[in-house]
């Protein structure tokens, strides 16, 4: 099919910029970066990556993103290549550099909606490699409807050190170990050059990967283009495909909003569950639903995780990498098998222009490997991440349960007014076996920014006390992360949620069996504390985390910015 011969122009948003006598201005700056009269009267279709030098999940995404610009002149389309920023979680972490990751997502999407709608795109196929990169940049194509193709950069290979297979999540708990004097200084310093061996993004099934996995489920991915490791050649494959298949999908007039929709949302948060992700998936997917006019909070994926099997062995709770999947199958072998025991919608329309069911009906079962278990013989039978709502919680909590062999933990609280405080308390081993500890002022407002708590759960990992202690906050934990760690916790304290009443030694139980998180207090009594609560100052004053600050509104509805699809009066892709 010549799609050139079906496309009308008249309808596209480039038509602004190219056509007509008016435009003849406009026209000149195109001829000056040498495109041809015939490439300028083709749909332009924006090539958006987060490529930069900060971290090895970016790296590789330019070369990708050249592969993305020959399939969309193969299809008779014209790029236009351009980035934006990423924040990379690894290296923010543990920092006030961590308060920048979240408001990074808003500006991702930000910048990429106002690339394109000031030079009038037609389409968009964005790439990105990082934690907020991936949702960011969804983000952006919910938000301008136009026909879109998601490409993730890939993951990072595994590294070894002395024989064994390691990870960043393996340095983060040597720093436990090393400041309890398990670990020397050279023996750290020989792990840290080995556990990243490669471009791409943290290789377990942390943040990246679980977004990963989440737009090819989602249906704006490829089949199989979200798996395969940064450093694969068959990644060009992928991208090259992308191309074409986005002028497909401008000639079809298939947007990104008739893909995501509730029952897609759903499969996303389902494949989430299964492979034990990330609890920022359940920050990141109400977001995503904002965008597209869908309320989806976090109780909507919180209920989805109730009734999802956990059936991937992926890390941190697992044995296996994304590289080790991608090879076991791919996520289209851990999607086959949720639909076929009735835990995904097949219906939902995809990116190839087919529904996952007509996309997945030639995956075959694959039984020489032992990464994906069968639906219906499951690691546990509920999924790898639980929601939790009780008086501490009253708008909702997330855990990752995947891996933990206690479900229940009732204890003493501990609280620190941020983060520092509490990975000092950790570090110099000032806290006791069996206590709850409490980070809060961490929130999306409080923090600002809602950090990830990484270093201080790691280190708790490597000290041997991952199971002695629970950990609770209004800020986030890293897909990294193991252990009874719950995140999320709303209303935060910077808005006088409960978990900025509470005060040493309030009794607090999780139950991750029941879905509950409270603090043995009485209505009456959170009501006296709450009378008595005053706000905290700020810590920050003016700049882009400020401004995050004042628009952010809260963690279960996805930390969002902006009043969402469902306020919008005029769609982009229709000017």
């Not at 920048?100 to 997502?105: G, K, T, V």
């Not at 907020?132 to 490409?151: E, H, W």
């Not at 600002?448 to 906050?473: C, F, N, W």
Request: contains cysteine; glycine residues 12%.
């Amino acid at each position: 099919m010549n799609v050139r011969t079906i496309i009308d122009k008249r309808n596209l948003p480039s038509r602004h910029v190219t056509e007509g006598p008016a435009r003849a201005p406009h026209r000149s700056y195109l001829y000056a970066m040498g495109l041809t009269r015939e490439q300028i009267h083709q749909p332009l279709v924006g090539v958006a990556s987060c490529w930069n030098e900060a971290a090895p999940c970016n790296i590789s995404l330019m070369r990708q993103a050249q592969a993305v610009k020959k399939g969309v002149a193969a299809a008779n389309g014209t790029p236009r290549e351009f980035c934006t920023i990423t924040v990379t979680d690894g290296i923010a972490m543990g920092h006030e550099g961590m308060k920048a990751s979240l408001a990074s997502r808003e500006v991702i999407a930000d910048s990429v909606e106002l690339t394109m709608r000031g030079h009038a795109y037609d389409a968009l196929i964005g790439l990105a490699g990082c934690d907020k990169s991936l949702p960011g940049m969804m983000m952006a194509m919910l938000r301008l409807n136009v026909p879109s193709i998601f490409i993730y950069g890939g993951s990072i290979l595994p590294g070894s050190y002395r024989g064994q297979p390691v990870t960043v999540q393996d340095l983060f708990e040597a720093v436990g170990k090393h400041s309890v004097g398990a670990m020397s200084d050279d023996d750290l310093d020989e792990l840290e050059q080995v556990a990243c061996p490669s471009a791409g993004a943290c290789g377990a099934q942390f943040t990246a990967n679980t977004m990963a996995t989440v737009s090819e489920a989602i249906g704006l991915a490829l089949p199989y283009s979200a798996g395969a490791p940064a450093p694969y050649e068959i990644r060009d494959k992928f991208c090259m495909a992308a191309g074409e298949q986005v002028m497909d999908l401008v000639a079809r007039n298939i947007r990104p909003r008739e893909i995501v929709t509730r029952k897609a949302l759903e499969n996303a948060a389902t494949v989430v569950a299964a492979s034990g992700g990330s609890t920022n998936a359940a920050l990141h997917l109400p977001a995503m639903a904002h965008e597209a006019g869908i309320k989806f909070d976090l109780f909507d994926v919180a209920e989805i995780f109730k009734r999802t099997p956990y059936i991937a062995d992926l890390k941190p709770g697992g044995r296996y990498v994304a590289k080790d999947m991608f090879e076991a199958g791919g996520i289209p072998l851990l999607m086959k098998t949720l639909l076929e025991h009735g835990f995904l919608h097949g219906d939902c329309l995809t990116v190839t222009g087919r529904t996952i069911a007509e996309n997945l009906a030639s995956v075959k079962w694959n039984p020489h490997q032992d990464v994906v278990r069968p639906a219906n013989d499951p690691i546990t039978a509920t999924g790898g991440v639980v929601g939790l709502q009780g008086n501490l919680a009253p708008d909702g909590a997330i855990v990752k349960v995947a891996g933990l062999k206690n479900l229940r933990f009732t204890g003493p609280a501990r609280c620190f007014d941020g983060e520092e405080a509490c990975f000092e308390a950790v570090t110099n081993r000032a806290y006791e076996d069996g206590e709850v500890l409490v980070i809060r002022y961490e929130g999306p407002k409080g923090g600002p920014g809602m950090r990830e708590m990484l270093s201080t759960t790691a280190a708790l990992y490597g000290q041997g006390k991952g199971d002695k202690v629970a950990l609770i906050t209004d800020g986030r934990f890293s897909g990294a992360t193991r252990g009874f760690c719950i995140g999320h916790v709303g209303p935060e304290a910077a808005v006088g949620g409960p978990i900025g009443l509470i005060r040493d030694g309030d009794i607090i139980t999780i139950d991750a069996i029941e879905g509950t998180l409270d603090v043995a207090l009485s209505d009456e009594e959170l009501a006296a504390r709450k009378a008595e609560w005053k706000p905290r100052p700020s810590p920050v004053g003016s700049g882009a985390i400020w401004k995050f600050a004042q628009a952010v509104g809260p963690a279960r509805e996805g930390a969002v910015t902006h009043p969402g699809g469902a306020a919008e009066t005029t769609c982009y892709a229709d000017i």
